[in-house]
């Protein structure tokens, strides 16, 4: 009797602790899907199965008029452009409370799509008929400059290559929009993507292949081009009015769709696998994007060296800075590694004074091609000590 009794507080222990190990795995592991609900004024939540969390920004909370686009802002909190604002919009990112304005020493005109650079300046493009080129904000809102040299009317989504150029989709009246180039500097290079296909492009990313890929909200589909912008052919077709783009950690897409009050679940081959979500008064999504539960970096006693590592903006679309402070001088390897185990890419190694340091990750691996969307692991090493932090990049 004495055996079996021991034998049952064996199992459960070990069912305890396989319990702990489940809990912990799913806490680190726990991400949230935030949708511009544009026709509302609101910003809704769901869980990464697309379940309904509800108004996680209430209707025109802190007089928000027709979001467009959304910031996971360094410091945790969240910032939000709305056409009918001049100014940025900022809320706590875990309760959605209104905190009040966060850029200021300019009076945007119909903002629309936001990005942290990677020069550390918030970069917005406008929609507006008198002021419509790019503006920059440093991470305190503070205005620093108009970036472009050249208006870019009805410009929306942008992104940037490796050589630090920049790229705007240009919306036009929706049958002659582009993607138009600036170097780092916001001089133009000129067309990038012509009107001979493309129509009205909203949204615009760069795959691990480094082909750009365009959402056409005017024919409802996401065309393919390549690093030339030499037109290569339709990824996603079947959309109505497609805008916004977010990858699930599996790197399935999430496309917002105006013509369908819906979010489209789309695996990683451009076939669509019907709605991530719809209903719940969601009206024009614009803009979905995905947040990963902050990790807690804490570092254990006998780790001397490490003081801190943390990285942003997470997600990340183009850029993701690391920061990471030490006790002391050392030798030390910040590396990118997959879900596989596997480093993609060496991003320092050697020795580093003591205090606090920055480095930039721009998605490229060394095997010199994008890294795929995803979750990636951002780990620095000094001797046997090791610490990790989590990023996706979308």
Known sequence: ??????????????????????????????????VNSRGSNAIKKYDENGNFMGDFIQPNSGGLIAPEDIVFHPD???????????????????????????????????????????????????????????????????????????PTPNGLGHVWDADKNFYISVYGNGGNGTVQKFDSLGHSLGTFINSTILQGPTNIWFDHNGDMLVEDWTVGRVLRYNSDGQYIGVFVDGLSNPEGIAFLPNGQLLIGDWGEDAVHLIDSTGQVLGYFTSGNGLIDPNCVKVSVTPITNSISAHETEIKFLGVSPNPATEFTQIHYALKKAAALKVEVVNAQGQTVAILYKGEQSPGTHQLVWDRLTDAGYYAAPGLYLIRLSIGTETVKAKVIVQ
């Open 1 to 34: 009797m004495k055996t079996n009794n021991f034998y049952k507080r064996l199992n459960f222990f070990f069912f305890f602790l396989a319990l702990l190990f489940a809990m912990e795995s799913v806490a680190q592991s726990e991400i949230a899907v935030f």
């Open 76 to 150: 945790g909190t969240m910032l939000v452009t709305g056409a009918g604002n001049t100014a940025i919009k900022r809320y706590n990112a875990q309760t959605g409370v209104y905190m009040g304005n966060f850029s200021s020493g300019y009076a945007l005109e119909t903002p629309s799509k936001m990005s942290i650079g990677w020069d550390s300046l918030l970069y917005v493009t406008q929609w507006g008929t008198t002021q419509n080129k790019v503006v920059r904000f440093d991470l305190q809102g503070n205005f620093v400059d108009e970036f472009t040299d050249v």
